[in-house]
């Protein structure tokens, strides 16, 4: 079993619309989620990062946070082509020494 | 200039060949690593190092060495280079206190 897993895709949403990505992690301990986006070929970039239950609220973005339930989601409001992208769901302390292990990724496609 | 800098940025070497990918960081931070890439696939861990003297194993070390020179470089080596170890390969830092991890810009390697 994957320690972090996410929906491969491809995630298809209309322009405007809201997207929602989700992350499930295997670890009751880990404290630090992170959400990167990555453009193909291009390293990953952090957009957002969550450390306690709850919303946490960035511009369009919103992560989301249920340790109970061991997961993690983003919500994008009003998506937009320049959104499509792979995101990568992050989470810290699975394995030795507070390292982060990444989940494969979501890629998102905003269709104009 | 980038905070943690990869070279080359892209790399075709033959079958046997031995080749060496550098990571150099102006960030300050104890903590790096060295990932690997797949498409369509998520960031899998080959080698980590949490300071100068402490350099660990990842999921896919096989094939993979390293050495820490500095605080500031961390160099990954592919003693006989073979085709299944093309891929995007990233160098990334973290500190110990935020575990997110900035990446460098990666290095598209190709094995002919």
């Known amino acids: 079993q994957k320690e972090v897993e996410q929906n491969s895709g491809p995630l298809s949403v209309p322009e405007g619309a809201i997207a929602s990505l989700n992350c499930t992690y295997s670890?009751?301990?880990?404290?630090?989620f992170f959400w990167y986006r990555q453009y193909s070929g291009k390293s990953p970039e952090l957009i957002m990062s969550i450390y306690s239950n709850g919303d946490k609220e960035d511009g369009r973005f919103t992560a989301q946070l249920n340790k109970a339930s061991q997961y993690v989601s983003l919500l994008i409001r009003d998506s937009q082509p320049s959104d499509s992208a792979t995101y990568l769901c992050?989470?810290?302390?699975?394995?030795?020494?507070?390292?982060?292990?990444f989940g494969g990724g979501t890629r998102l496609m905003v269709k104009p | 200039d980038a905070d943690v800098t990869q070279t080359p940025r892209n790399r075709i070497t033959k079958t046997g060949k031995r080749i060496m990918l550098e990571c150099s960081q102006t960030?300050?931070?104890?903590?790096m690593y060295w990932y690997r890439q797949d498409p369509g696939l998520g960031l899998r861990l080959i080698y980590y190092?949490?300071?100068?003297?402490?350099?660990n194993k990842g999921e896919i070390s096989d094939g993979y060495s390293v050495s820490r020179q500095a605080q500031a470089k961390f160099s990954l080596s592919l003693e006989s280079a073979i085709p299944n170890q093309t891929a995007l390969y990233f160098c990334?830092?973290?500190?110990?206190?935020?575990?997110?991890?900035?990446f460098g810009q990666g290095t598209r390697l190709t094995v002919v």
């Open positions: 670890d009751r301990v880990s404290q630090s």
């Open positions: 990334a830092t973290s500190d110990l206190e935020n575990t997110e991890a900035f």
């Open positions: 992050a989470v810290n302390g699975i394995g030795a020494g507070n390292m982060l292990t």
């Open positions: 960030k300050g931070h104890d903590r």
């Open positions: 190092s949490f300071d100068v003297k402490d350099i």
